[in-house]
């Protein structure tokens, strides 16, 4: 029996992030740690090269599939946490958005990776490109938005890892800097293909399109 007390769109609705938001992020981190268990228990590492080799025919496949490889667990964990939380803030946005703005860090800059990287022979894996991404997408949104919800997120997204992601364009051996910085790139184009346009009226009376 129904109880009388809750109306139906109580008892149905349920706040964005224990439903939606959650399932979303716990797929993929799921499908990075089920990927890297695999690969360390049963293939002996060997899809770790299979990411992103830069100007390599064989290599280009592995833009798509660089961000759920990772180089051992140790790798895997310091990205989750930062998967996670700058996740849950860009799906904030919207589901739709978030797979828009995702897809596009993920191909375009797993696309500059193979096309610029210095150095042919490395291998390059791992979130983090889409973790710069998302983070260029929140704070490059705030400013061609300018409005009160970007604007929080883009401050808490900058609280948390505003200097981690300084610190992560700087070369390093055996970090895909390269990675890095296109991935945040490829989030500030997220962001400007993503963001909403007015219309606004001219000087001559034509219609201007801008931003936020």
Do not use: C
Request: proline residues 5%; without cysteine.
């Amino acid at each position: 029996m129904t109880d009388p007390s809750t109306t139906p769109s109580e008892s149905t609705q349920r706040p964005f992030w224990l439903t939606t938001g959650v399932a979303v992020i716990a797929i993929a981190l799921g499908a990075m740690w089920l990927i890297e268990i695999i690969d360390t228990v049963a293939l002996d590492d060997r899809l770790e090269q299979q990411g992103i080799q830069p100007r390599s025919i064989d290599g280009l496949d592995g833009v798509l599939w660089a961000p759920f490889l990772h180089g051992g667990f140790a790798h895997l964990i310091s990205n989750t946490i930062p998967f996670v939380l700058l996740s849950g803030l860009a799906l904030a946005r919207g589901i739709g958005r978030y797979f828009s703005a995702s897809a596009i860090i993920i191909v375009l800059g797993g696309l500059l990776v193979w096309l610029l990287a210095i150095g042919g022979n490395e291998v390059h894996i791992g979130a983090s490109g889409w973790i710069f991404g998302l983070f260029g997408y929140l704070v490059a949104t705030a400013w061609y938005e300018r409005r009160p919800m970007s604007i929080l997120l883009a401050v808490v997204a900058v609280i948390l890892y505003g200097s981690t992601i300084l610190f992560g364009f700087l070369p390093r051996p055996g970090l895909s800097w390269e990675g890095h910085l296109f991935g945040f790139i490829a989030g500030i184009a997220a962001a400007r293909l993503l963001s909403p346009r007015k219309t606004v009226t001219g000087e001559l009376g034509g219609p201007i399109e801008m931003s936020g």
